[in-house]
């Protein structure tokens, strides 16, 4: 099995799951999200023509806000059986690039059919980006993994809502006002 066919496998499963703790979330693969806006030109000090640029996502994981419009919230990048440093290194930057045109996405990455083996050093080293990482033994996923991969998905989802409330409420007087910040750094065997 190829990691777009392990993809395919998942993701319905990925959004049932979501849909009893939020109904407007939706799970798509293969989608391009844009990580830069090139202007080309501008008529006064108003850009005319844009041009964006787009990665292709994995797994996204976005809410659906009415009929027409939708917000990226999660992506997730998958690998199966291994991960090279250069992975490492090429999908913290994605995650980077990605969180500069949507600063409140969370970021993440999925190794399937990883047998006895833990999640890499290397991600731990070159992984900076990545907000969460999980590995799981098989391309199915036990119980266990999946209860984690939701659990984490659904935190999230938390924090990207509370990311974007902070970034663009930041001058209304009837924001949330917060005066500390902690990301703690939590582990599972």
Do not use: C
């Not at 202007?39 to 292709?56: A, D, K, R, S, T």
């Amino acid at each position: 099995m190829n990691e777009r066919e392990w993809v395919k496998t998942i993701i319905k499963d990925i959004e049932e799951s979501l849909k009893s703790f939020n109904p407007n979330l939706r799970v798509t693969d293969g989608l391009r999200l844009p990580y830069a806006s090139e202007i080309l030109n501008y008529v006064g000090n108003e850009p005319e023509q844009h041009n964006f640029i787009g990665y292709e996502t994995d797994i996204l994981i976005f809410e659906q806000l009415d009929d027409k419009r939708w917000k990226p919230r999660i992506i997730v990048e998958t690998k199966i059986n291994s991960v090279t440093t250069h992975d490492a290194i090429t999908y913290s930057q994605k995650a980077q690039t990605h969180k500069n045109v949507h600063p409140y996405l969370r970021y993440g990455i999925l190794i399937g059919n990883r047998k006895d083996y833990p999640l890499p050093g290397r991600l731990f080293r070159h992984g900076q980006h990545f907000d969460f990482m999980l590995s799981w033994k098989s391309f199915e996923g036990v119980k266990s993994e999946w209860d984690i991969l939701i659990e984490i998905l659904k935190s999230e989802y938390e924090a990207s809502l509370t990311l974007d409330e902070i970034i663009f409420n930041s001058r209304s007087r009837d924001r949330q006002k917060f005066t500390s910040l902690h990301r703690p750094l939590k582990l599972k065997k």
